[in-house]
C-alpha cells in the first residue's frame, strides 16, 4: 500500500524558511489519480490546506500564504517538497503530507497521510 | 473562502448511541462535502465523501447526508474506538476549507 512520510527540521528561526520533504513509497508519485498536497494543524486546532501540486507540476495555493508557498516534486526521488519563507510563531503546527484522491463526478478528498511532523518556530 | 461550521464542537456519549453531527457551509456546495476522524497523535482518516458516499475498509456504522448548505454524519451505534474528533472539508472551490472538529467523548 502507498505510504507517505516527512521529513525536515523540528526547529526553525523567525524570518526564515520552512523546508518539508514527503517520500511516497509503495506507488508512484506520477499518479494522474493524486494532487500532492501539505496540511498543517497548530497544536489543538484545526486543519488548514496549504495547498497541492500535480504530479507534473501544477500547482494551486492557499491565498492566506501568499507569495511565501512553493510545493514542488521530483518524480525521479518520488518526493515531494514544500517551502514556506519567512516564518512567524504562527507557522508552528502539525505538517501533514497527503495524497488527494481524485474520485468519480469530480469529488476529491485526502485519502493517504503521512503521519505529521511538528515543527516550530522560535529563535 | 467558504467557512464551514460543525454543531456541537463537543458531545458526550455512550457505547451504543446514536450520533449525529452537523456540518453547515457558507454558501452551496452541491455535494463537495468530506467527512473526517482523527485521534490523538494521529493524521485524520477519511470516513464519508461526496457527502454520502462510504468508503472500502470504513465500518458501515458511518453514514453521511445532506447536499447544498447542510450536511450530516451518523454514527448508527458508537463503538469505543470512535470516540475521537470529527472535520468536514469541502472540495467545492479552493482553499479547501475544514470545519473547526467535533470531539465526541465518553459520558
Known amino acids: 500500500q502507498v505510504q507517505l512520510q516527512e521529513s525536515g527540521p523540528g526547529l526553525v528561526k523567525p524570518s526564515q524558511t520552512l523546508s518539508l520533504t514527503c517520500t511516497v513509497s509503495?506507488?508512484?508519485?506520477?499518479?494522474?489519480?493524486?494532487?500532492w498536497t501539505w496540511i498543517r494543524q497548530p497544536p489543538g486546532q484545526g486543519l488548514e490546506w496549504l495547498g497541492y501540486?500535480?504530479?507534473?507540476?501544477?500547482?494551486d495555493y492557499n491565498p492566506s500564504l501568499k507569495s511565501r508557498i512553493l510545493i514542488s516534486v521530483d518524480r525521479s526521488k518520488n518526493q515531494f517538497s514544500l517551502r514556506l519563507n519567512s516564518v512567524t510563531g504562527a507557522d508552528t503546527a502539525v505538517y501533514f503530507c497527503?495524497?488527494?484522491?481524485?474520485?468519480?463526478?469530480?469529488?476529491?478528498?485526502?485519502?493517504?497521510w503521512g503521519r505529521g511532523t511538528l515543527v516550530s518556530v522560535s529563535s | 473562502d467558504i467557512q464551514l461550521t460543525q454543531s456541537p464542537s463537543s458531545l458526550s456519549a455512550s457505547v451504543g448511541d446514536r450520533v449525529t453531527i452537523t456540518c453547515r457551509a457558507s454558501?452551496?456546495?452541491?455535494?463537495?462535502l468530506n467527512w473526517y476522524q482523527q485521534k490523538p497523535g494521529r493524521a485524520p482518516k477519511v470516513l464519508i465523501y461526496?457527502?454520502?458516499s462510504s468508503l472500502s475498509g470504513v465500518p458501515s456504522r458511518f453514514s453521511g447526508s445532506g447536499s447544498g448548505t447542510d450536511f450530516t454524519l451518523t454514527i448508527s451505534v458508537l463503538q469505543p474506538e470512535d470516540f475521537a474528533i470529527y472535520f468536514c472539508?469541502?472540495?467545492?472551490?479552493?482553499?479547501?476549507?475544514f470545519g473547526p472538529g467535533t470531539k465526541v467523548e465518553i459520558k
Open positions: 497527503a495524497g488527494e484522491r481524485i474520485a468519480e463526478a469530480a469529488t476529491r478528498y485526502f485519502d493517504l
Open positions: 509503495g506507488g508512484s508519485l506520477s499518479n494522474n489519480n493524486y494532487y
Open positions: 501540486s500535480f504530479y507534473s507540476g501544477g500547482t
Open positions: 454558501q452551496t456546495i452541491g455535494f463537495y
Open positions: 461526496g457527502a454520502s
Open positions: 472539508q469541502q472540495s467545492y472551490v479552493t482553499p479547501w476549507t
